[in-house]
């Protein structure tokens, strides 16, 4: 597969005698197709299927890569990251192992805060130099879309900052990155303990700042007691749609203040974390078409015992994505092969779960499903070829990367 970086331009390219999960959703599991090609042109799928089957426009005078009956799945899409972000909180971390609740350490002026102090104190120019390596790390394991929030600005110039890097991120390396606006992620020391004066400056000068230069895809917040309540989330949320941008939510990680039910409310893309969400809010979530986003990795990092509620989830046919939701404080995780592990052997979601968790529905909780996400004619040429001998390795193995090819657009 020397050829797989090699392209004529505005040509056609064909990966054929593979194996593929096309993820699908009009096919059953993992959509597999035995002896199967990919035709792309321009970066995008023209065929996705059995090799028999293409027909041969697809294949007439095309750059030709024989995959050796290797398999090829979607690229990986990483929906959940605060990527951009500078130094460690290494010291929060030995706090916790001495007994330390997530809490306590935020009461003392660590967590969060911590990192903002720090992203204040960073240029732009430092803050992509910081963010590559765990970006690198990333598409080393065939991630072709990446999800990246702000949030450890809390102020205008810095937020922007933040999000300005993320986008710097997408220049630098071959990787689609999605930016979501976090400003009502914490409360800043500036801001004295008012969180509603707070509220009304994200929602009325910081998000419109952002949103009019095209800095932002969507708007996060963190809905729990240690940051803001659900009225003051859905003002932030309603300062979204007034400037256009879809929401998401960190809802009900430490406790149930009805954060999905809230995200449903807003019909937002997804919501994360949702470690106490109750039936009442995965009925809504069901209803709106709200993605559960499961992260294990924070659940696994701050020693949590309350697990979502997976059962409910598939009970009312919530789709569940997946995420690495790497941060400095509470998942500094940049493996999302580690994650799918995580996310079964901790949650018991199934093989077909993860897999779609990572490609699939990864897409739709970033709005990218029409693009990205599964192998299929019209959407973007996003691959990731693999040396393994059943999709389940991808799950199964824990620190060893089976990557053969990444392909993003084509190339």
């Known amino acids: 597969m020397a050829a797989a970086n090699k392209s004529r331009a505005g040509g056609l390219r064909l990966w054929r005698n593979a194996r593929l999960a096309t993820m699908a959703e009009s096919a059953a599991g993992l959509g597999i197709v035995e002896k199967g090609a990919v035709a792309a042109r321009d970066g995008v ?8 089957d293409m027909p041969a426009p697809f294949s007439e005078g095309a750059d030709t890569i024989d995959c050796e009956g290797r398999w090829i799945t979607p690229g990986l899409i990483d929906c959940h990251t605060h990527l951009v972000h500078a130094g460690n909180r290494a010291n929060e971390f030995e706090m916790r192992l001495a007994g330390a609740t997530y809490e306590e350490v935020a009461r003392a002026g660590g967590g969060i805060v911590s990192s903002v102090k720090a992203l204040r104190a960073a240029s732009e120019d430092e803050l992509v130099a910081q963010s590559l390596p765990r970006l690198d790390a990333l598409i080393a394991e065939g991630v072709t879309t990446v999800e990246i929030k702000s949030g450890y600005g809390l102020d205008r110039d810095n937020e922007k900052k933040s999000l300005r890097a993320a986008r710097r991120l997408s220049e630098e390396r071959p990787v689609t990155v999605r930016t979501s606006f976090l400003g009502a992620h914490a409360l800043p020391p500036e801001a004295k303990g008012d969180k509603d004066a707070f509220v009304d400056l994200v929602a009325n000068e910081i998000l419109p700042a952002v949103a009019a230069e095209g800095l932002a895809d969507a708007v996060d917040g963190f809905c729990e007691g240690i940051a803001f309540s659900p009225e003051q989330i859905s003002r932030v949320f309603d300062a979204a749609k007034a400037a256009g941008l879809p929401v998401k939510l960190h809802a009900d990680q430490l406790s149930n203040l009805h954060g999905a039910e809230l995200a449903a409310r807003h019909s937002a893309l ?16 069901a209803k709106a078409g709200t993605v559960a986003t499961i992260l294990p990795g924070a659940y696994y990092f701050i020693r949590e015992t309350k697990k979502p509620p997976i059962a409910l989830f598939r009970q009312h046919g919530v789709r569940m994505a997946v995420a690495t ?11 999302l092969l580690l994650t799918m592990n995580m996310a079964a052997t901790l949650f018991g979601l199934t093989v077909d779960e993860c897999l779609a968790g990572v490609t699939r529905e990864a897409a739709r909780a ?19 070829i693999w040396n393994i001998e059943r999709p389940a390795e991808l799950v199964y193995r824990m620190g060893f990367n089976p990557l053969h090819a990444r392909i993003w657009r084509g190339q």
């Open 325 to 335: 939701d790497n941060n400095p404080g509470t998942s500094p995780l940049t493996s």
């Open 366 to 384: 970033l709005g990218l499903l029409g693009q990205t996400g599964t192998l299929e004619a019209g959407k973007s040429a996003d691959l990731a």
């Open 270 to 285: 997804s919501a994360d974390h949702l470690e106490y969400t109750d039936e009442a809010g995965a009925a809504a979530m």
């Open 45 to 52: 799928i023209d065929y996705a299927g059995p090799e028999a």
